[in-house]
Nanobody, 126 residues
């Protein structure tokens, strides 16, 4: 499985961006996908995740982005999205997408993901 993240850029505070993560290869069994980010000088942190169920998807967010970011997955296009609104300077960082064939999910944040994308830079100016 290969993941390709895109959509990053430079935006002013309060603006919006939409990140995409395109998956290729043996993606049929991927049922857990997530976005992480890493700010300069800081550790990588979990942003949002989505689990694909039989009839619906379940989304999860870190507290700091709730109400501003929306994660979604288009199974037909093998693509995951992160719609980011009301962006703040503290959202600046390299955003990475991750995926897994998850067996038992107790935490999307701490799950040991199988696949990672290369990252896309998001910069929010004040």
């Amino acid at each position: 499985v290969q993941l390709q993240a895109s959509g990053g850029g430079l935006v002013q505070e309060g603006g919006s961006l939409r990140l995409s993560c395109s998956a290729s290869g043996s993606v049929g069994r991927i049922n857990l996908m997530a976005w992480f980010r890493q700010a300069p000088g800081k550790q990588r942190e979990y942003v949002a995740g989505v689990v694909s169920g039989a009839t619906t998807n379940y989304a999860d967010y870190v507290e700091s982005v709730k109400g501003r970011f929306t994660i979604s997955r288009d199974n037909a296009e093998n693509t995951m999205y992160l719609q980011m609104n009301s962006l703040k300077p503290e959202d600046t960082g390299v955003y990475y997408c991750a995926a897994a064939v998850a067996v038992e999910i107790t935490s999307m944040e701490h799950y040991d993901y199988d696949y990672w994308g290369q990252g896309t830079q998001v910069t929010v100016s004040s």
